[in-house]
């Protein structure tokens, strides 16, 4: 069965403090692995998506790490702003005929305090 | 560049009585188009897909309906809500590829039945 599993559910960090976040998947057959933040009531913004000979993607201060041998990946943000408070999303696509299918973790939801 | 809109953003409907929400995409050409919903608490679940105009694909089996009446609308319908249907709906395009990796969402709808 596809799944995507993401820890922690929730996390409260201080501002300007680094932290990250985890995704573990059984998806077959792997196409890539996308992490998306979504502002609350706010449709997801992707923020990296790595295919399977990806070990590592960085968009300003968001690294995201994929280990397709072990089907985990890991989501870093560094030095923590307020407007980071969100919740991130993990989804990994998997080959489907006509269309990908995504599979969607349900996300760990992050706050940043100052 | 591309857009998606959704409307309305909010909307609060009591059980039993019809839905219709809207999405239209600007600036491509046939792409294929989405509707997604979010529960409290719970990650993105697929409802439709469609690859072309009339053409609907259904994930899950549910009192709620989807068409495309034109190459960039999708709409989502029902005849009579019920309490479960309260969430948030997503609608999202992609490029008519299966080569293409990435999603893109729209706003969403907040719709809570009453």
């Known amino acids: 069965k596809n799944q995507v599993e993401q820890s922690p559910q929730s996390l409260i960090i201080l501002e300007g403090k680094n932290c990250t976040l985890q995704?573990?998947?059984?998806?077959?057959?792997?196409?890539?692995l996308r992490w998306y933040k979504q502002d609350t009531g706010r449709g997801p913004v992707s923020l990296t998506i790595m295919t399977f000979s990806e070990n590592t993607k960085s968009n300003g201060r968001y690294t995201a790490t994929l280990d397709a041998d072990t089907k985990q990946s890991s989501l870093h943000i560094t030095a923590s702003q307020l407007s980071d408070s969100a919740s991130y999303i993990c989804v990994v696509t998997a080959y489907g005929g006509a269309t990908n299918k995504l599979i969607f973790g349900t996300g760990t939801l992050l706050a940043v305090q100052p | 560049s591309q857009t998606i809109h959704q409307w309305p953003a909010t909307l609060v409907q009591p059980v039993g009585s019809p839905l219709s929400l809207e999405c239209t995409v600007e600036g491509t050409s046939n792409p294929n188009l989405y509707w997604y919903r979010q529960a409290a608490g719970r990650g993105l679940q697929l409802l439709f897909y469609?690859?072309?105009?009339?053409?609907i694909s259904s994930e899950v089996p549910q009192n709620l309906s989807a068409s495309r009446p034109q190459d960039r609308q999708f709409i989502l319908s029902s005849k009579k809500l019920l309490l479960s249907d309260s969430g948030f709906y997503l609608c999202a395009w992609s490029l008519d590829s299966i080569y293409s990796y990435e999603q893109y969402f729209g706003p969403g709808t907040r719709l809570t039945v009453t």
């Open positions: 469609s690859v072309g105009i009339g053409q």
């Open positions: 995704c573990n998947y059984t998806v077959s057959p792997f196409s890539n």
